[in-house]
């Protein structure tokens, strides 16, 4: 018993903790050199041409608190949901043997229910990108 938890106390003692605090340590210090090295030996060559506002290659026109079609954002977010859908599956792939027919059923469901508002959102014209 004595030896168990000796065993115990040395695996959970603070020094073990220490090679992963000083690569963090080494990780923020080398940011912070890279960073402040680039600011000090970088060209500082202003232009009107580099201090113009830039958006993916796209020159400005107008106003950009205009509004927006709200169909980017919708597509966006139904990506992003039936994306994290399938994130479910791994951990029932890796123990559909121990699930059984109770987590076959599980994930059935969870299927169906993504089925349903899949079947939702399409009739309701959200992926039709004609107005």
């Known amino acids: 018993m004595d030896f168990f938890l000796l ?6 003692n603070a020094g073990n903790y220490l090679p992963i605090a000083l690569q963090l340590l080494f990780a923020a210090g080398l940011i912070t050199t890279i960073i402040i090295g680039s600011n000090f030996l970088g060209p500082k060559r202003k232009t009107a041409d580099k201090l113009q506002n830039f958006e993916s290659g796209i020159e400005i026109r107008g106003n950009a608190r205009q509004p927006m079609a709200i ?3 919708l597509v966006a977010i139904l990506f992003v949901l039936f994306d994290v859908e399938v994130i479910f599956f ?3 792939a890796v123990n559909f ?3 059984g027919w109770n987590g076959f059923m599980a994930v059935v469901l969870f299927v169906g229910l993504f089925l349903a508002g899949f079947i939702y959102i399409f009739k309701k014209g959200a992926l039709k990108w004609e107005e």
């Open 97 to 99: 043997r121990e699930l």
């Open 90 to 92: 791994y951990p029932y």
């Open 7 to 12: 065993q115990v106390n040395q695996v959970n």
């Open 71 to 73: 169909k980017y954002f």
